[in-house]
């Protein structure tokens, strides 16, 4: 029943779906918790111009494409400051400039057959080397920041007014989480594309979160589960010859709906919002 | 003991350049006293807490601090949908003497077990922070501030919520703290707690007073709470009653 994951692609693949998910469940843990799930979003789709513009100006699609989010993620951290804005609707008013950009870029300045469709949903099942190398450096990435980090980033969110008198780094923080979720983003781009790779910070961490009773519970419960959702999704899509990232994307969907419905029905309360 | 902990001279500061919220604050607290923060709504007393913490700029004036802060604010704004416990947040006291290549070890967790012992929610340790009471909460943000063991401790309006035989509780172990030379200040609404402090500091968008609470006189109560004397009929009463009537104070208060 396994031998899906005898042919070498499938292979690179599911090394691919297990790195990305430490990558997102640590990080994922820490979306959800400072709310940050549209940024998340918002950073993948951000991407946009700058992956539009990789190919006829001669960059990397991934630096392009980092190059990019990082810009977003800078003008996030100054547009987020007025009080006026929120950060919501800084993160929708940048996210509808970028869309807009790329768009523009797309259709005017350079001709069709960039590959946008696939750098927006990845192929999982075309990876090379520099992917994996990738993916490996951001899962690493991600468990330095939340060694280094957690504390600052659980006092903060916790409680921001205390948190210099704790001897936390509020700025400091926010914004190395900021440009570490631009960065692992980017990072998962080849595999599950721009729209889903929201789907591997979020949704996992969003599923543990409903159940787990202490910051590293979630930690650790939403990267086992993002492995696993990852593994089976890769599975089925193999049997079912279907793209494996939207596979994903459902499977970790229902995964969250029967979670959240079963707790709703245990604890005999309306389904929480997540 | 007499070093001076925590000061300002000339103070004058506020949220826009140009339009201080609050002026002319000169006071100090040293190691093993108290200072009672009086002042009315929006007198000023948090804003002064906040420049004392560096948050908000000195337009005037200046602020000496000598030594770490803790900080207990007054409109606690946690989350209390964080998967932390009662512990995890009094732990967060010890994030800043603890490397972070270093775990909070067992002494660390003793000490946070003993500070949430001494606030009387030793047994509440292991609950989730958001499912305690507001006055628990506030219980728990006090032992964080006692994880800290900084020698000056703010405490904006600490007692708000509180229940009368906890805020016996923690008065007692404020004391201790006082005792030990620890430099505190507490804002309150209560003038008769305030009294009873080392030094009370009257603020009314300025210092009105500044000095051992048995000099706070009829005229500086006026001056610290005299706009609302004039406006709010009821208010006033309990003002000046507390300092001509002091045994007709239960009644009202
Ligand atoms: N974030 C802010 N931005 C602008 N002005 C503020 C802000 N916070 C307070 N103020 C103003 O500063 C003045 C002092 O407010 P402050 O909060 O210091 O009063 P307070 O003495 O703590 O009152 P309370 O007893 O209600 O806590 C008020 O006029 C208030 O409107
Ligand atoms: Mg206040």
């Known amino acids: 029943m396994l031998e899906a994951f005898d042919l070498p692609f499938m292979q690179r693949a599911l090394v691919a779906v297990l790195l990305l998910s ?21 950073v993948g789709t951000a991407t946009f111009p700058g992956l539009v513009v990789a190919a006829p100006w001669g960059i990397a699609a991934p630096l392009a494409a980092l190059g990019s989010a990082l ?15 929120g950060p919501d609707g800084a993160t929708g008013l940048l996210v509808v400039a970028a869309l807009a950009l790329g768009a523009l870029l797309a259709s005017d300045v350079y001709p069709a057959g960039t590959g946008v469709d696939q750098l927006l949903f990845g192929t999982l099942l075309g990876l090379d080397d520099a992917d994996l190398w990738l993916a490996a450096a951001v899962a690493a990435g991600a468990l330095v920041l939340t060694l280094a980090l957690g504390r600052t980033w659980l006092a903060t969110g916790f409680e921001p007014q205390t948190a210099r008198t704790l001897g936390v780094s509020r700025a400091r923080g926010d914004w190395a989480l900021l440009a570490g979720l ?3 983003v980017v990072a998962m781009l080849p595999a599950v594309g721009a729209l889903l790779a929201a789907t591997l910070l979020v949704v996992p961490a969003a599923t543990v979160r409903l159940v787990a009773r202490s910051v590293p519970q979630l930690l650790a419960g939403s990267v086992l589960l993002g492995a696993t959702e990852g593994v089976v999704a890769l599975w089925f899509a193999y049997e079912l010859d279907l793209p494996p990232g939207p596979v994903l994307a459902l499977l970790s969907g229902v995964i969250f ?18 | 003991m007499s070093e001076v902990l925590i000061e300002a001279v000339g103070l004058s500061t506020g949220y826009a350049p140009g339009e201080p919220a609050l002026r002319g604050v000169t006071f100090a607290a040293n190691a093993g006293q108290i200072v009672a923060v009086l002042g009315p709504n929006g007198g000023g007393k948090t804003t002064l807490m906040r420049a004392l913490l560096g948050e908000l700029p000195p337009f005037e004036g200046r602020v000496d601090v000598h030594g770490e802060i803790a900080y207990v604010p007054q409109t606690e704004q946690a989350r209390l949908d964080f998967p932390v416990s009662a512990l995890d947040v009094a732990l967060m006291g010890a994030y800043r003497r603890t490397p972070w290549w270093k775990r909070l070890g067992r002494a660390e967790h003793d000490r946070a077990l003993q500070a949430l012992d001494r606030v009387g929610l030793r047994e509440r340790a292991k609950d989730r922070f958001g499912t305690l009471s507001g006055g ?3 219980r728990v943000l006090i032992a964080r501030a006692l994880v800290q063991d900084a020698p000056i401790l703010l405490l904006d309006e600490p007692f708000s919520g509180v229940d009368r035989a906890s805020e016996a509780t923690i008065l007692g172990l404020l004391g201790q703290l006082r005792a030990q030379g620890h430099a505190l200040l507490i804002c309150t609404h209560d003038i008769e707690q305030g009294r009873g402090f080392d030094r009370v500091l009257g603020v009314h968008g300025e210092q009105t007073f500044f000095g051992p609470g048995a000099a706070l006189d009829a005229a500086a109560l006026e001056r610290t709470y005299g ?10 009463a309990i003002a000046v009653q507390c300092h001509h009537h002091d045994h007709e104070h239960d009644q009202h208060g």
């Open chain 2, 227 to 236: 706009s609302e004397i004039v406006t709010l009929g009821e208010g006033a």
């Open chain 1, 22 to 42: 430490v990558a997102g469940g640590l990080l994922g843990a820490w979306v959800v918790l400072r709310r940050l799930a549209f940024f998340s979003h918002a």
């Open chain 1, 257 to 274: 709906g029967v979670v959240a419905l079963g707790q709703a029905a245990a604890a005999r309360r309306p389904v929480p919002v997540p």
């Open chain 1, 182 to 184: 631009a960065v692992a």
């Open chain 1, 71 to 85: 810009l977003f993620t800078a003008g996030l951290t100054r547009l987020i400051r007025d009080p006026r804005l």
């Open chain 2, 136 to 138: 628990q909460r506030q």
